[in-house]
C-alpha cells in the first residue's frame, strides 16, 4: 500500500505541503512534490531518495527544502566543482537565518580540521576522497550528492570515496539528476548503492545487471562462455 501511495505521490503535479522559508520567497508546487516525497520517505525510515527532475526544475532548492522541513543539519552537499559557489549562494537565499559562516567550501586536497560547526559543507567530487574522514567526523544528518551520475562508475576514485562517505555516516542520502542514466541502464547501479536504495529494485548487484541490462552468457570461443 505504502509503494502504490509513493509511486502516486512521485507522479503528482501539486500537493498541499508547506516548506518554511525567508519572506518574500516560495517554493513551486513541483518542488513541494519532490520534498514531501523525499520528507515522507525520511519518516518511513528509508535511507536514501534519488531526485531525477529535469533540468530547469530547481532541484537544489527542493534539496535545501528537504534539509529545512526536516531539520537535517549539517548537511554534507558533494557536487562538482563548477556547482560549489552556485550552491552557497542558494542555501544562503533559501535557507531561514543562515549566516554566511555558517557555509564552508572546502578546497585542495589536504584536508585539516573544520571549524566552527558549519551548518552546511560543500565539497567537489574531485578532492572528496581526501576529505571523507573529516566529513564523518562532522556527524551529518544529510548528505546531498549533486549531479550523482557523476559517481557512475564503480572504478573511478569518487565513485569509491562516495561509497566510503555513507558507509560510514548514518546520514539520510539524496541524489539529485537530470539525467539518472545517461547511456545504459548499468550507469544507475552504483548511485542505487551510494543512496542505499538498490534494494528497491533488485536483491544484489547480479540481479540488477540480469533484470535491467540484458545479462546472458555468450560464447567467446569453443568451450569458453562469457557474461
Not at 99 to 122: A, Y
Request: hydrophobic share 45%; glycine share 6%; with cysteine.
Amino acid at each position: 500500500r505504502k509503494n502504490a501511495y509513493f509511486l502516486e505521490l512521485s507522479r503528482a503535479i501539486t500537493v498541499e505541503f508547506q516548506v518554511p522559508c525567508p519572506e518574500g520567497l516560495k517554493y513551486l508546487n513541483c518542488q513541494k512534490v519532490a520534498i514531501k516525497y523525499a520528507v515522507e520517505q525520511y519518516q518511513e525510515g528509508n535511507i536514501g531518495v534519488l531526485l531525477g527532475d529535469q533540468m530547469g526544475i530547481g532541484k537544489s532548492m527542493e534539496a535545501i527544502g528537504i534539509a529545512v522541513s526536516l531539520k537535517l543539519f549539517p548537511v554534507i552537499l558533494v557536487a562538482p566543482a563548477s556547482l560549489s559557489i552556485n550552491w552557497r549562494n542558494e542555501c544562503l537565499k533559501w535557507v531561514p537565518g543562515i549566516k554566511p559562516s555558517e557555509i564552508v567550501i572546502l578546497e585542495g586536497m589536504k584536508p585539516h580540521l573544520i571549524p566552527d560547526n558549519p551548518k552546511i559543507i560543500i565539497c567537489n567530487y574531485n578532492i572528496l576522497q581526501a576529505w571523507v574522514e573529516v566529513l564523518v567526523n562532522q556527524n551529518p544528518k544529510l548528505i546531498v550528492f549533486d549531479e550523482i551520475h557523476f559517481a557512475k562508475s564503480s572504478k573511478t576514485q569518487r565513485c569509491q570515496a562516495c561509497l566510503e562517505l555513507v558507509k560510514n555516516t548514518k546520514a539520510f542520502r539524496l541524489g539529485l539528476t537530470g539525467t539518472p542514466i545517461p547511456n545504459r541502464p548499468i550507469e544507475l547501479l552504483m548511485p542505487l548503492k551510494i543512496l542505499g536504495i538498490l534494494s528497491k529494485v533488485a536483491k544484489t548487484d547480479w540481479d540488477y545487471l540480469m533484470e535491467f541490462t540484458d545479462g546472458h552468457r555468450v560464447q567467446a570461443y569453443p568451450g569458453k562462455y562469457v557474461w
